[in-house]
């Protein structure tokens, strides 16, 4: 009886098979007369190769970077609208938001109490706080030791406030 070998297209290639190389150029072949798909070997590569992917990530980023003052676009419409015409906008858009408004209520126009009489101009500029609290003894100053490491800390910590 006969080995057969299961019909996989590179299963042809795993074991040596006696006119393996005949296989081979039957296959070239098939290729070569089935033509080339540029579009999907371009997609088969950019889907297997990263350094593939990243080169042209970064010529299309290079493309797309393009400066401000040269015009990409011909015969466009210009989009800007007026000033006045747009503050006239908003300013509608606005009323429609607010409730209306019910009559105020008029008060009578009355003269009231003349509040200058009140006023002295020197006492407002020459009042002074008052700081002095009675009852308690002066506060006297006694120095700690401290540990050295704490004072390093507290010179980085000036430093920093510095920068």
């Known amino acids: 009886m006969e080995d057969q070998q299961p019909e996989e297209p590179h299963g042809l290639l795993i074991t040596p098979v006696l006119h393996s190389t005949a296989a081979l150029g039957a296959e070239v072949q098939a290729t070569r007369e089935q033509g080339f798909d540029a579009q999907r070997a371009a997609r088969d590569l950019l889907q297997r ?12 980023g290079e493309g797309m970077n393009i400066p401000r003052e040269q015009q990409l676009y011909q015969g466009l419409i210009s989009l ?15 009323l429609v938001l607010v409730e209306p408004r019910r009559e105020a209520r008029k008060e009578p126009t ?20 008052f700081l002095e609290v009675e009852g308690l003894p002066p506060l006297q100053l006694k120095p ?6 704490a004072t390093f800390l ?5 430093r920093q406030w510095d920068s």
Request: proline fraction near 5%; charge should be negative; charged fraction near 30%.
């Open 49 to 60: 190769s990263f350094l593939t992917r990243c080169a042209v990530e970064a010529r299309v």
């Open 80 to 94: 800007q609208v007026p000033e006045e015409e747009l503050l006239s906008s908003a300013m509608q858009e606005k």
């Open 154 to 158: 507290m010179y980085h910590k000036l």
């Open 110 to 129: 009355c003269s009231g109490p003349d509040l200058m009489a009140f006023y002295d101009a020197e006492e407002m500029f020459t009042e002074t706080a």
């Open 144 to 149: 700690r030791t401290r540990d050295p490491a």
